[in-house]
């Protein structure tokens, strides 16, 4: 029988005598950032206002020290006026700053002055019923340090619809944007090195029929980007009519038989000069160990086919 809490919109946690999570809704999850299975026996302890008056269930700035231990990601709680009520060592260790430190002030004052307006803006959406989720910005942290987060937020309401505060997680990007810059400028000096030895790639992606070029092999081949529809057919339209069927079943072959080859295909360019292409190319392997695909290089071999 299903569950009838998991067709429940809202965050909700249900606990055991002991403060343990024994069933919890999906949003709940989605808000801490974990899949649901992963809060079931977790402790969660509620923090309530110094009146200790309560609404619906819960108190003006309650909400939630949830998950001390869950380091990798920033957990905090806000009140209705935007203020830290909560604040797990994840937060502690990713801006710097210790529970006490920050407990009593605005989110907004570990921006730097230029974002600040943005983080005020963010609970005013929240504030309105808004679920805020991955907005991209940046803090400081303690230190000086300015770190590029995801910041999701969204809205803890009473029973009777009010709000009654905020929960917010923030993830750390340094990494990601790190890899991200690597990566862009491996692409940059593969680019280069393409230009300079006249040599392009291409991918084959058997299961969508997708076939991506670098840009100087659409240089090479004298192809416009925006007039390639990156398909099978629109790869081998560009190689001579003699020998477009021997590499369609190369490429073919590569895939079935999981082998490597190498070849030397002509085309016709727009102007009119024929010219050879030599490729060599590899099966694709996924992480299942089926082959997805094939990748190659080409480059002009025109006048060594002269040569020959």
Known sequence: MRDPIEDVADA?????????????????????GVAPGELLGRTVSLVESASGNREGGFSGRAVLDIFADLSS???????????????????ERIFGYSEDEVVGHALRMLAP????????????????????????????RKDG???????????????SGAFMGAVGVAQELTETRLAQAALAEVEQRFREWEA???????LWDVGSDAVQWS???HRMHGVDP????????AHLSVVHPDDRDRVRSLMEGA?????????????????????????????????????????????DDTLSALRR
């Open 113 to 140: 002055k230029h974002l600040r307006a943005d983080l005020e803006s963010v609970q005013e959406r929240v504030a309105a019923g808004e679920r805020v989720e991955r907005e991209f910005t940046e803090i400081r």
């Open 226 to 233: 925006r007039d390639f529809d990156g398909t099978l057919d």
């Open 215 to 217: 840009d100087e092999l």
């Open 73 to 91: 990601l920033a957990l905090f709680s806000q009140d209705t006026t935007g203020h830290i009520v909560s604040w797990n060592r994840g937060a």
């Open 255 to 299: 895939v079935a038989t999981s082998q490597p080859y190498e070849d030397v295909y002509r085309v016709v360019g727009a102007d009119a000069v024929t010219r050879s292409f030599a490729t060599r190319a590899e099966p694709a392997v996924g992480s299942s160990g089926d082959v997805v695909g094939v990748r190659g290089v080409s480059h």
């Open 12 to 32: 909700v946690l249900v606990l055991a005598k002991d403060g343990r999570v024994v069933r919890a809704t999906p949003a709940a999850a989605e808000i801490l």
């Open 196 to 202: 300079l030895a006249h040599v392009g790639r291409w």
């Open 145 to 159: 340090m300015p770190i590029p987060i995801a910041l999701s937020v969204s809205a803890v309401t009473g029973a």
